[in-house]
Structures are given as structure tokens and as C-alpha cells.
């Protein structure tokens, strides 16, 4: 290899190692850079994605299998699961007759002997009393633990789209500070080559002390600021761990992303879908039938509740036993009709209104989510677009033409590298669009209750 203006054949610089020596010689100072940099500026192969702040690791994590975690083993679902099933018995139980009720004993004994040879006494006295709700009370009852146990299942669905946004955004979060500390890193690794060629220049009378300074402060305040990156990094893997229940200190892959559709429904079809499918607001619907079940028992409550009652008693008199029975037939009377029965009327007509506003707040609720999720979509689409199609590559323009001018001494050493680093920033800042556009994704999912279809064009990492 050869330069312009330099005097005999200039040493073979090794190839990029993380260790690079680098030799002053007289006066092809220059020369020595652009190899160097020539190096430092090459294409590199891809990294290899890392697991924390650990050794790379061939190994990478879906989205598919985290979320399969999450719903076979969060402990907040296998609650709410178990709950959901303990609700769904009540039904039978709220729409069975009260246990009857069964006495034995001695009536009209004689005092003080206690002696049953009374013309009264009946030894033993047995009797058997049945209370008998007002008809369509039982059923209503049972209609709203019905409803109760419906409410609870979907309660427990929508904490598994709330789980699943929760487990989709942590792991979007990890993709993009895995992509960012690689970029970060590759980063590091061009200023460390600075470095070396600004010390050898310095050493050889041809640079600036400045720049060495400069590149040491630079090197620093990188790894620093990779040591937080990754610091960050492993909170994000324990948030991700404890929601599928497994130690904090489980080592979690880097994440692969997955295809994320760009083509989405209009906001009419979510919203449709959403009102179809979102258990919020199923759980809301069937609140309002349960609060028209309570108002139609409450109507019926001043309606009196029956006792039925049999009863057999005997007596001996000398002449053999003499056998008896009786019948009753009772109920309750609704004296206090006004501070009860009409109470509880308008108590069920309030309760009913709330639900129709519960529901109508929710949809009010979802349909602005899904035009703010919407919107920053967009936005994230329109950024990852324009990083991909004209910021990064302008920025790589920049680079070559920087390159070109400092071969022939029209800008500095440092003005070239500021360069490379801009679109190692711009290519992190790509990794974080690209992490928010999933995330916003994973939400409009949970947001609308169903999968968004991936047919048609989708969104891909370009490495």
C-alpha cells in the first residue's frame, strides 16, 4: 500500500483485532491514519447477539415464547383462573332451595317432674320446615351469580391482554437496548482505534494533544455510559422474568424481532373488533344484564317468601299411641316496605345507571386509546422510513465524503470520526423506532382484544 507525498513503502497495518499496535515511523503520519482508519472504518461483521452484559450468545428469544410462558405460569392469571372457576359454582348454588329445616324434641312436658304423661304431651315431636322463595326469585338469583362468574372469566382474560402487553413491551424494551448496546459497542470500538492513532500521531509530533485528551474522555464516557445500558438491561430481564414466574437472575436471550404489520385496519374496524372482543368491555355489557337481573329481583322482593312446615308428634295414654300430625303454611309480611323492599328498588335502578355509564366510559376510553396507539405508529412507521431510506444513508454519504477530503488533508482526523459516530447513533436511534413500533403494536392488540392480521407488507429489522 502506497501514499501520496510519503517516502517508501508504508508497513502492511494487521487487521482489526481488539488489541491494535500501532508503530510511529518518520512522517507518513497521515498515511498511518488513513490505514488505520481505513480498518477501523470497514464494514464490520454482524455481532452476535448478547445476553446481558455477558459473552455473545447464538441463542435468541420470540415474542411467541414469551408469551406462551406468561400464560402457562404468571401468577396473577393462575389466580384470577382460579377464581373464575370458583365463581362459575355459585350459579348452581345461588338458584337451590334453602336447606329445610328439621326439629325434634318433647312438647307440653309436665313441671317441675318433667313427665310426659300429660293429656298434651306429644314425646317425641318432630318437625320439618321448608322456606319457599317468592316464584322467579330463585332463578333470578341464580341469573346474577351467572353473570358474576361470566364477569369473572372475562376479568381474568383481560388481565392476560393486560400480562401480554406487559410481557410484549418488555421484551421490545430488551430488543432495543440490545441493538442499541450493540451499536454502542461498536462505537466504543471506533473511538478505541482514535485513540490508538491520535496517541500515535501525538507521540510522533504530528497530532494535538487535544485530541488525544478527547478521545480518552470520549472512550470513558462511552463504556460508561454501556455499563448503564446494560445495567438497564438486566432490570428489564428480571421485570420479563418475574412476569413468567422464573428467578430474576434467569438468563434471558437476546430478543429476535419478529414481522410487524404496517398495514392496519381503519379505526372504525378496531373499534368494532375492540367492542367484540375486548373482555373490559364484555365484562361491562354483562354488568349492565346483571344490574337489569338485580332491578327485576328487586321488583319481586316485596313479593312475600313462603314457609312450609309439616310437623308429627305422639302420645301414650294408657290405651296404645296416639298419633299426630299438622301442616302449616306462612309467610312474611313487608311492614317496613318503605326503608326495605323500595330501597333496595332504588338501589338496582341506580346501579343499573352506573353500568350503562361504566360501559359507555370504557368504549369512550378504548376508542382514544386506539387513535393515540394509532397515531404513534405512524409516527414510529414515518421515522423508521426516514432513518432507513434518507438519514442513514445520507449520514453514510457524509462518512465517504469525509473520508474523501481527509485523504487530502481537507478536514481533520476528528471531524471524519464524528461522522462514523453520527450514524452509529442514527442506527441505534433505528433500533429504538423499530422497538417502539413493536410495543405500540403488542398495545393496540391488547387495546382491541384479538391479534392484528400480518397479511400484507410487514416491518422487518434490515441488519
Known amino acids: 500500500m502506497r501514499c501520496a ?6 508497513r502492511r497495518i494487521p487487521e482489526r483485532s481488539p488489541s491494535v499496535t500501532v508503530t510511529p515511523v ?3 503520519e497521515r498515511c498511518l491514519a488513513v490505514a488505520i482508519l481505513i480498518v477501523a472504518l470497514a464494514p464490520s461483521a454482524p455481532v452476535e447477539a448478547q445476553s446481558l452484559d455477558g459473552p455473545a450468545s447464538a441463542e435468541v428469544l420470540g415474542l411467541g415464547e414469551v408469551l406462551e410462558l406468561a400464560r402457562r405460569h404468571n401468577p396473577q392469571l393462575r389466580a384470577l383462573r382460579a377464581a373464575a372457576e370458583a365463581a362459575t359454582y355459585r350459579e348452581l348454588e345461588a338458584s337451590t332451595l334453602p336447606d ?13 317432674d318433667f313427665n310426659t304423661d300429660m293429656p298434651m304431651s306429644m314425646a317425641p315431636s318432630v318437625q320439618l320446615m321448608q322456606l ?4 322467579g326469585k330463585l332463578g333470578l338469583r341464580g341469573e346474577i351469580a351467572d353473570f358474576r362468574g361470566q364477569m369473572a372469566s372475562a376479568t381474568a382474560e383481560e388481565a392476560w391482554w393486560e400480562v401480554r402487553g406487559a410481557a410484549s413491551a418488555l421484551f421490545y424494551d430488551l430488543y432495543a437496548l440490545d441493538r442499541r448496546i450493540e451499536v454502542m459497542r461498536e462505537t466504543l470500538s471506533l473511538l478505541q482505534d482514535f485513540q490508538q492513532v491520535a496517541k500515535a500521531m501525538y507521540s510522533a509530533g504530528s497530532g494535538r494533544q487535544a485530541d488525544v485528551l478527547r ?3 470520549e472512550v470513558a464516557r462511552l463504556d460508561g455510559d454501556i455499563r448503564q445500558m446494560a445495567a438497564m438491561r438486566a432490570g428489564k430481564a428480571s421485570r420479563l422474568n418475574a412476569v413468567v414466574d422464573r428467578p430474576a437472575a434467569t438468563d434471558v436471550p437476546s430478543p429476535a424481532l419478529g414481522a410487524l404489520p404496517t398495514r392496519l385496519p381503519d379505526p372504525t374496524v378496531l373499534e368494532a373488533w375492540a367492542r367484540e372482543n375486548r373482555p373490559v368491555l364484555v365484562r361491562a355489557r354483562l354488568g349492565i344484564e346483571q344490574a337489569q337481573s338485580r ?3 328487586a321488583d319481586k322482593q316485596i313479593w312475600p317468601d313462603f314457609t312450609i312446615g309439616l310437623s308429627y308428634g305422639q302420645r301414650d295414654r294408657g290405651s296404645g299411641a296416639e298419633r299426630m300430625a299438622s301442616a302449616m303454611l306462612g309467610f312474611n309480611l313487608p311492614i317496613h316496605a318503605g326503608r326495605r323492599q323500595y330501597v333496595m328498588r332504588d338501589e338496582a335502578a341506580a346501579m343499573r345507571r352506573l353500568a350503562h355509564a361504566e360501559l359507555q366510559g370504557r368504549e369512550a376510553d378504548v376508542n382514544a386509546s386506539i387513535g393515540v396507539l394509532l397515531a404513534e405508529l405512524g409516527r414510529a412507521r414515518s421515522l423508521t422510513e426516514l432513518y432507513r431510506d434518507e438519514v442513514i444513508p445520507t449520514a453514510r454519504v457524509t462518512v465517504e465524503s469525509a473520508f474523501s477530503s481527509y485523504r487530502v488533508g481537507g478536514v481533520d482526523f476528528m471531524t471524519l470520526v464524528d461522522a462514523q459516530m453520527t450514524v452509529n447513533r442514527y442506527q441505534g436511534d433505528l433500533y429504538a423506532l423499530l422497538g417502539d413500533y413493536g410495543r405500540a403494536i403488542a398495545a393496540l392488540e391488547s387495546t382491541v382484544g384479538r391479534i392484528l392480521p400480518r397479511t400484507g407488507p410487514v416491518l422487518r429489522e434490515e441488519r
Open 100 to 112: 329445610p329445616t328439621f326439629q325434634i324434641g318433647v312438647m307440653n312436658f309436665g313441671l317441675p
Open 295 to 297: 332491578s327485576e329481583l
Open 5 to 10: 507525498g510519503a517516502s517508501g513503502d508504508l
Open 132 to 135: 319457599v322463595p317468592f316464584p
Open 215 to 217: 478521545a480518552d474522555v
Open 26 to 28: 518518520p512522517r507518513p
